[in-house]
């Protein structure tokens, strides 16, 4: 079915939604879809979607770590976006997880579908999982684990694959990336701290906390002459890292920042990626670079799946572990072909998760 002139309403409440729906935004304005795109102020969200040249309309922020916070702006939110919806009148509604996106499609009788690789995130998945029409899940997550958090089975829409691959199938790294930002290829580390005010971290970190306090100085002292990108989540842990790094401070192969332009192009030239959350080394894993994950609780399905399919990801918590793993991986020359578009040809072999949504809205609106 066409969906010339259809309206759809779309959520972006976080930057990886930001990034997985920059394809799905081009496939509907192909399509002559009249789209309305609302975002929530969250990390680097807003920076993505401008990069992308997106437009787009900013309504609300995230509740930061206090409970509290996360209800009251929830309910600011609401406010917010209440009245544009209801005089846009969508015909449908796609989110990834909006919280307050799927409280109003509900409440104005607009079918949504959206998509969830995070069942750990139990406070959202709880709130969403009642309320909306569909949801397209990994096969590598247990149906029921979404079941036990009220999501119906009967709308439970399963691909073979991981969420990265929505954008990691249709893209082509750009060597000019090196030269933007005086780069040898693997000879630089990017690093992403943790994800300290998501609500499944809330009793694990306090919000200015990382771990990359205590795994990046025994790594620049054995790679003195490699750069080092240190991406952090908010300001409070840039404040918190440069605090603590103190002495490496004029040191200019360390760049400590809240947001890196062109990561996907950063992280395909890059010798090794370490992140305290999922999506950016699940992305490089993809892209065939060496990753370590050191999220702090149990390994999720979609790094099995990735270890699995023989992508390089490991999850590993122990902080001298991660070091000396580091080091090792550092120490090896990467291959010519870890530079070249191999990884497309594996990733072929796996669904693409946006081409399954626009395919359902197409023949459901």
Not at 105 to 112: M, R, T
Not at 221 to 236: D, G, I, Q, S
Request: hydrophobic content about 35%; overall charge neutral.
């Amino acid at each position: 079915m066409s969906l010339t002139g259809k309206k759809i309403w779309i959520d972006v409440e976080q930057p990886k939604t930001a990034i997985m729906f920059d394809s799905l935004f081009r496939k509907l304005y192909n399509e002559d879809v009249d789209l309305l795109i609302t975002a929530r102020d969250y990390d680097s969200t807003f920076r993505i979607l401008d990069d992308h040249n997106i437009n787009y309309l900013k309504i609300g922020t995230h509740g930061g770590q206090k409970l509290e916070d996360k209800l009251r702006l929830h309910i600011e939110r609401l406010r917010g976006l209440l009245p544009i919806v209801k005089d846009f009148a969508p015909d449908h509604f796609i989110t990834f997880t909006s919280v307050e996106g799927v409280r109003i499609a509900y409440g104005l009788n607009i079918p949504s579908i959206g998509f969830n690789d995070e069942p750990r995130n139990i406070p959202v998945c709880k709130l969403v999982f009642p309320l909306i029409d569909n949801i397209i899940t990994p096969n590598c997550i247990p149906k029921e684990w979404y079941i036990q958090l009220h999501a119906d089975p009967k709308k439970i829409i399963r691909y073979n694959g991981i969420d990265e691959i929505a954008w990691l199938s249709e893209f082509t790294p750009k060597p000019e990336v090196l030269s933007d930002f005086d780069l040898e290829r693997g000879k630089y580390i990017i690093m992403r701290t943790e994800p300290s005010a998501a609500c499944y971290f809330v009793d694990k970190l306090e919000p200015d906390e990382t771990l990359l306090s205590k795994i990046f100085p025994p790594i620049i002292n054995e790679f003195p002459n490699h750069k080092f990108f240190l991406l952090v989540r908010n300001e409070k842990q840039e404040e918190f890292l440069k605090k603590k790094l103190k002495t490496h401070s004029q040191n200019k192969n360390l760049i400590i920042t809240r947001y890196l332009p062109k990561l996907d192009d950063l992280c395909f030239y890059s010798g090794l990626v370490i992140s305290g959350g999922g999506t950016i080394v699940r992305e490089s894993s993809l892209l065939n670079v060496p990753s370590i994950e050191f999220f702090p609780g149990e390994t999720a399905p979609q790094e099995h799946f990735l270890s699995n399919n023989g992508f390089p990801l490991e999850h590993i918590r122990d902080i001298d572990r991660i070091v000396k793993r580091s080091i090792k991986i550092l120490n090896k020359n990467p291959s010519e072909e870890r530079f070249t578009m191999s990884f497309k040809e594996k990733i072929k072999n796996f669904d693409n998760p946006n081409k399954i949504c626009l395919n359902y809205v197409k023949i459901n609106i």
